[in-house]
């Protein structure tokens, strides 16, 4: 049974392009969550998503940054223009809301460097 | 917001014992133990929900205060492969199952 697929795995660019993170979460699972891990900041949510809709975006750092959740089985998070402090490993998660289980699973990840 | 966990890290000898603590400012709904290895995604051990019981995975064991809001991850006769480092992630009633992570208690288990 796939996990959370994430694409590209890595990604350097230069500061001011545009940067597309892609994420596939389990199939069946009605919530996804997108995280950004760095040593400064450590793990932080940036936004999530349950049935499609998102709910909190209180995380994401500014509007560089958006995401969207056009299908359940398909989401992605743009970073527009990207700046060099942009540069960290962003994870997605999925979980399957159920009465008192809440189990997020990972993705393995994308490691953004903005040069 | 950000729960704290206690200690920031932690060296043990193979077979030793260990207690990593997590602390919420908040009402808590639900407690999560995640374990992440160097360069690998987080992986789920186990969840306390609020009124429930103390939940164990072979040596590894976790307990919510819920009068504290306070959990506890035990971590019994620790093998090599327990190194990493372990977040909590705290959950509040009605915000849709959002988890907020403590910053991480690394673990290094020795030969």
């Known amino acids: 049974d796939a996990g959370v697929i994430q694409s590209p795995r890595h990604e350097v660019t230069e500061m001011g392009q545009e940067v597309t993170l892609r994420c596939k979460p389990i199939s069946g699972h009605n919530s996804l969550f997108w995280y950004r891990q760095t040593m400064m900041r450590g793990l932080e949510l940036l936004i999530y998503?349950?049935?499609?809709?998102?709910?909190?975006d209180s995380g994401m750092p500014e509007d560089r940054f958006s995401a969207k959740m056009p299908n359940a089985s398909f989401s992605t998070l743009k970073i527009q223009p990207s700046e060099p402090r942009d540069s960290a490993v962003y994870f997605c998660?999925?979980?399957?809301?159920?009465?008192?289980?809440?189990?997020?699973?990972f993705g393995p990840g994308t490691r953004l460097t903005v040069l | 917001q950000q729960p704290v966990q206690s200690p920031q890290a932690v060296i043990l000898r193979e077979g030793e014992d260990a207690v990593i603590n997590c602390s919420s400012s908040k009402a808590l709904y639900s407690v999560h133990w995640y374990r992440q290895k160097h360069g690998e995604a987080p992986v789920f051990l186990m969840i306390l929900l609020k009124g429930g019981e103390q939940k164990g995975h072979e040596k590894i064991s976790a307990s919510f205060n819920e009068k504290k809001q306070q959990s506890s991850l035990y971590l019994t006769a620790s093998q090599l492969s327990y190194s990493g480092t372990y977040f909590c992630?705290?959950?509040?009633?009605?915000?849709?199952?959002?988890?907020?992570f403590g910053q991480g208690t690394e673990l290094s288990v020795k030969p």
């Open positions: 998660a999925s979980s399957l809301r159920l009465s008192g289980s809440n189990e997020q699973f």
């Open positions: 992630g705290t959950e509040i009633a009605n915000q849709g199952g959002k988890l907020i």
């Open positions: 998503f349950n049935n499609n809709v998102p709910i909190d």
